[in-house]
């Protein structure tokens, strides 16, 4: 079993900047893959950027590139995810999310990911 617990989340300002963690407990083999996700209300969860953990590989949303950073820190067993040059557009809940294998993780599938944490909030206002 994997616990995830993410933290960080708040209210800024368009432009500004916000640092989401994630503490993970658990199996490390089930957390090769760790995941960021987003659900705005009325839409469907999507992937924001993924990371395997085993070593330093990372993907990014199109629409996160350049602004959004993911990384790990594995001696505190925790996942960040810089968030800088916020827009509206990012205001949703965020998922942090880990699984042993996940197919075409490249893609950035919901589906592919076993363990969610229970979320954090982030709104940005223009």
């Known amino acids: 079993q994997v616990q995830l617990v993410e933290s960080g989340g708040g209210s800024v300002q368009a432009g500004g900047s916000l640092r989401l963690s994630c503490a993970a407990s658990?199996?490390?083999?089930?957390?090769?893959?760790m995941g960021w996700f987003r659900q705005a209300p009325g839409k469907e969860r999507e992937g924001v950027a993924a990371?395997?953990?085993?070593?330093?590989?990372?993907y990014y949303a199109d629409s996160v590139k350049g602004r959004f950073t993911i990384s790990q820190d594995n001696a505190k067993n925790t996942v960040y995810l810089q968030m800088n040059s916020l827009k509206p557009e990012d205001t949703a809940m965020y998922y942090c999310?880990?699984?042993?294998?996940?197919?075409?993780?490249?893609?950035?599938?919901?589906?592919?990911?076993?363990?969610w944490g229970q979320g954090t909030q982030v709104t940005v206002s223009s």
């Open positions: 658990g199996y490390t083999y089930s957390r090769n893959y």
């Open positions: 999310a880990a699984a042993e294998t996940v197919s075409q993780w490249l893609l950035l599938p919901v589906s592919g990911y076993d363990y």
């Open positions: 990371v395997d953990t085993r070593g330093s590989d990372t």
